[in-house]
């Protein structure tokens, strides 16, 4: 069973930045789409940012222009770039990877923004 390990979480003061990582433990398949979603307390879980194996990408127009994804394929790793944090990016980020008919889900890591 492919699992997804997330890290880079923590605690930042707004205006700051943070990083995180997920890589697949496991073969998947190398047409895939891989991103970010986050769950804060008493909201949906919602999407942050994709990105294809192809390089296409998309982002939640709540952080276009100041979260960057990026992949490495060819380590089935994803991250997240996060700057200009605000208290409101506080949330459970989940890693996310759908190929095939498989839709995987990490752990989840929490990001907290706060002074």
């Known amino acids: 069973q492919v699992q997804l390990v997330e890290s880079g979480g923590g605690l930042v003061q707004p205006g700051g930045s943070l990083r995180l990582s997920c890589a697949a433990a496991g073969s998947i398949s190398s047409r895939n789409v891989m991103g970010w979603h986050r769950q804060a307390p008493g909201k949906q879980r919602e999407l942050v940012a994709i990105?294809?194996?192809?390089?296409?990408?998309n982002y939640a127009d709540s952080v276009k222009g100041r979260f960057t994804i990026s992949r490495d394929n060819a380590e089935n790793t994803v991250s997240l770039q996060m700057n200009s944090l605000r208290p409101e990016d506080t949330a459970v980020y989940y890693c996310?990877?759908?190929?095939?008919?498989?839709?995987?889900w990490g752990q989840g890591t929490q990001v907290t923004v706060s002074s």
């Open positions: 996310n990877a759908v190929f095939l008919s498989t839709v995987l």
């Open positions: 990105i294809s194996s192809g390089g296409y990408t």
